[in-house]
Every structure is written in structure tokens, then in C-alpha cells.
Nanobody, 128 residues
Framework: QVQLEESGGGLVQAGGSLRLSCTAS????????TGWFRQAPGKEREFVAA????????YYADSVKGRFTSSRDNAKSTMYLQMNSLKPEDTAVYYC?????????????????????WGQGTQVTVSS
């Protein structure tokens, strides 16, 4: 059974930083697209960042571009989301995801419906 284990959420003041981690029990992690999504209360799940299947492309939502950095360590089967200059509107439950998506299309890797495996979610709260 594939599991994605998340960690790193918490409470931070506006302007602060957090780093989320997500470790996957996937044998061929290096060939999976990996993504980060978030869901705020009363809102739909939205795309935050993604890395395509071969690591050759990294994609960000406009709302986090320049503040968040998505990365991965294939040797550790772990993906990361470094979040800097956090704003109150970044408050949400953050989910990591992985999928056998062999596409470099930003529209494709940003679509939550095509990811197969999901983490349990971790709460990020940014106070003003």
C-alpha cells in the first residue's frame, strides 16, 4: 500500500517561513510527478506547485510564485515545499500528491484529478 507521509505544518506569523516534507513509499519515486495542493475552509482544493515526472520542470501557482519553492530528493523519496514570506491567505490544509503523469504540461500537472496518491494533509496557519 502506497503511503505519503507529510510533516512540517504549523502556526507562523505573516512574513515567516515553513518547510513541508512528504515522504512516499514508492519504489520508483523518481519517475512520478509530484505536486502540492491546498484547501482553505469553504474553498476548493487548489494547485500550489508541482514537479513533472522527470524533474525537468517545476510549476507554481501565480499566488505563490517567488515565495514558495518545490523540490524533491529522489534518493530519499521525499518532496519538499519551502514557503517564505507567508501571508494570512496562505492559511490552509496542504496536501502532497504523486502520480504516474508523463506530461510536462503545466495544465496537466496542476490538475488534482490526475494524481493517484495523496498525503494526509498538514495544517498551515499564518497569523497577521
Amino acid at each position: 500500500q502506497v503511503q505519503l507521509e507529510e510533516s512540517g505544518g504549523g502556526l507562523v506569523q505573516a512574513g515567516g517561513s515553513l518547510r513541508l516534507s512528504c515522504t512516499a513509499s514508492l519504489r520508483t519515486f523518481s519517475s512520478y510527478a509530484t505536486g502540492w495542493f491546498r484547501q482553505a475552509p469553504g474553498k476548493e482544493r487548489e494547485f500550489v506547485a508541482a514537479i513533472n515526472w522527470n524533474g525537468g520542470g517545476t510549476y507554481y501557482a501565480d499566488s505563490v510564485k517567488g515565495r514558495f519553492t518545490s523540490s524533491r530528493d529522489n534518493a530519499k523519496s521525499t518532496m519538499y515545499l519551502q514557503m517564505n514570506s507567508l501571508k494570512p491567505e496562505d492559511t490552509a490544509v496542504y496536501y502532497c500528491a504523486a502520480g504516474a503523469i508523463f506530461s510536462s504540461s503545466a495544465q496537466t500537472v496542476g490538475d488534482p484529478r490526475i494524481y493517484t496518491y495523496w498525503g494526509q494533509g498538514t495544517q498551515v496557519t499564518v497569523s497577521s
